[in-house]
């Protein structure tokens, strides 16, 4: 049975925790399931955040998001030989996903100012200043994922990204 835009939309209103958002949108986008590197989920070319309910529309709270994505990042630049960075990350809740570029972030992974040891739940402050202050988020798009639509297109970009060799 097909799961429908209608029945996602109803999961992510419905859920509870991440875990639910996150099966929502494996569900729907027909995701592999893997956690390596205690993401949410990556796949070969795309790692995901998922969280319940954080305000993407405000560059902040994406800046917080990305931060820990940017240690996810991190982590895969320093077990290169095990694990290649795959080039796309996501980050989805239950009315918005932002697609954007790991390369975009590998920069900041350089920096030894930053407290690397800090759990990626909490990143350090001053790289969530300096990444809000980039204004890189602000050239993403956020696709509006209960609009049919746009979520489709957001679909569409996650498809190419998923197969790319």
């Not at 900041?108 to 988020?137: G, V």
């Not at 609009?147 to 498809?159: A, I, Q, R, V």
Request: with cysteine; net charge positive.
């Amino acid at each position: 049975m097909k799961y429908t835009h209608q029945q996602f939309v109803i999961d992510l209103a419905k859920a509870k925790l991440e875990s639910q958002v996150r099966k929502a949108y494996i569900l729907k986008f027909n995701l592999p399931v893997s956690t390596r590197l205690f993401t949410d989920l990556v796949t070969r070319n795309i790692i995901f955040e998922f969280k319940l309910d954080k305000n993407l529309n405000n560059n902040m709270v994406l800046a917080s998001i990305m931060a820990q994505v940017t240690y996810y990042i991190k982590a895969h630049i320093q077990l290169r030989k095990k694990s290649i960075l795959p080039p796309y990350f996501v980050i989805a809740e239950r009315k918005l996903a932002v697609i954007g570029k790991t390369q975009d972030f590998v920069s900041f992974t350089r920096n030894k100012e930053y407290d690397w040891t800090k759990n990626a739940s909490r990143p350090d402050k001053k790289l969530i200043q300096n990444i809000y202050d980039s204004n890189i988020l602000s050239t993403y798009h956020k696709y509006s994922i209960i609009d049919p639509k746009e979520c489709n297109l957001f679909g569409g970009l996650l498809l190419l990204y998923l197969t790319q060799p």
